[in-house]
């Protein structure tokens, strides 16, 4: 480790001279108050600098019960990664005039609280991984810029974000108490018999920008009848509205919540920050969102439970290169059921009207609507939510309620009883041996080009009923496939190889010399397997 001294004086004997003269920085150094790692130092104006910084715990000042448990661990390193954004925003750029560069990168997290690879704690220090821009003039290297960028906005980064002293500390806990509570809910879900949670009180429409409520929205809740509460670590009970276990309606007037209430309860797979409305919308960690996805690839899906056989096919083995509406939407349901998800959400309103009505029309007496397999699966382990005005689906629910001004009540229908059986499908095994990770000059290409889109080699793969809320989670999903692309060789299901992956990619973030975690935010292993169920050149097979 070199002092500060060095640093400066390996900066100014450096000033001047060409760009490439900054990689005398690369190495640790020790400043007041923590340790800046130059982990891999650009080559030119246009690539980033990737830092470490490490602050002793002692410094940092941090009261150990802001983050000794696991829960509130993932919550205060989410909270720090937050101050890390917020002062490298007002930090971002150089002040010094006819400068190039300069810029403090960190992403912008939004409002989920994630597992983040930007920020880790360790028995001794709080890390923060970042990029910086290096400053130059003219292509040169610029020693007083250098100087600035490091010791006054760097310094200040570290100041504002990594300190105890810089926090409020009735916010910090709160954040984390928001987390941890959350999390016990979650946590008690499949004892209580529910599979999701909607608080009293919650804010559900969004800002079109998705990153606040909506003002002026009107509150949820719920009839007494409907009310249930859960004790929390923090604070008082909570009270809300239980979504049950098996096949669930949600019916009522147009624009009244019922779409919103179900895409909160999907979010709800995620903790959600103070002030978002949601923070006490908690479901199941695996629950999936279906809907249409005319076009999408199907391989080797279990369609049996759903698809009537026909002479020359085999529905539990289904496959198209560009799947009909209500065909991708089965094909979902079964991948899901596959992973075991244990609640999916569904709404008509972005569904093939086959999937959910059945004998309405000729051509749809070959499939067997969801609504008519709903209670069956709910027997089998995965539950359903749906959001449906259908008669008959609504009498094939076990449970009816229904949404009018976000308020829930239950309703009492005259039941239709089916015998239906819907088995979990065997699980299938990918084999990635004709997909090209390929493009341009590079043999090994993946990236995130928007929050619910990969793009492996020139293939882009749209996932968008995916769990991915953060760009940080779809450049992870990607990275953990490129990890995987070894391992898919036919000899482990689908299951195993995306667990592996994410897993496999928690600990190359964890090396001290890795750059990529500052990118990243740990995503559901079942987000990884949705885009290699979509992937066109995936091949799956079932071992039996």
Known sequence: MASEEVLRKTLKNADGKPFAKYKGIQNTFALEGFELTFVEVQNDRSGHTHVRVRVPLKTAGFPEDAYGTPSRNVAFRDLVVRRLWESARTRARSPIPKTDGGEISVPRPGQEILDRGCVALTQYSLEARFSVDLPSTGGKVNAAAAEELIFDRIAGVVSDSMLFSAYKSSKMYNH??????????????????????????????????????????????????????????????????????????????????????????????????????????????????????????????????????????????????????????????????????????????YSNPSVIRKGYMAEDSAYVSLSEAGSAMGRSGTSMLMVTGDEPAVRRADSVFLVRDFKVRPLSVERIESDLVVAVPEPRCPVAR?????????????????????????ERIDVPTAALFDVAQTRAVADAIL???????????????????????????????????????????????????RHPQMLMIRKA
């Open 483 to 533: 990890i995987a692309r070894e391992e898919m060789d036919g000899s482990r299901t689908l299951a195993e190889v995306c667990s592996r992956a994410v897993e496999s990619l928690r600990a190359s973030d964890s090396e001290e010399d890795d750059v990529s975690c500052a990118y990243h935010a740990y995503p559901r292993s079942i987000d990884v397997a949705a885009v290699l169920n």
């Open 176 to 349: 984390v108490f928001t987390a941890e509570n959350a999390d016990c809910i979650r946590d008690n879900l499949e004892a209580r018999g529910f599979v999701a949670f909607v608080a009293e009180g919650s804010v559900l429409p969004r800002r079109e920008d998705d990153m606040a409520p909506m003002i002026g929205a009107v509150p949820f809740s719920c009839d007494q009848a409907a009310s249930v509460e859960f004790e929390v670590p923090n604070g008082d009970p909570i009270r809300g509205w239980g979504i049950p276990k098996g096949f669930t309606a949600l019916v009522g007037p147009s624009r009244h919540g019922k779409s919103v209430l179900a895409d909160a309860v999907f979010a709800g797979v995620y903790n959600h920050i103070p002030g978002d409305g949601r923070e006490y919308v908690v479901a199941v960690p695996d629950a999936v969102y279906v809907m249409a996805e005319e076009g999408r690839p199907i391989r080797s899906a279990d369609m049996s439970a759903f698809i009537l056989p026909a002479p020359g096919a085999d529905p539990s083995r289904f496959e198209s290169e560009s799947a009909s509406s209500p065909a991708s939407e089965f094909a979902a349901v079964s991948e899901a059921m596959e992973a075991g998800s244990r609640l999916i959400v569904l709404d008509e309103g």
């Open 434 to 458: 004709n997909v090209s990770f390929e493009k341009g000059r590079k043999d090994l290409s993946v990236s995130a080009p928007s929050v619910r889109a990969v793009e492996i080699g020139s």
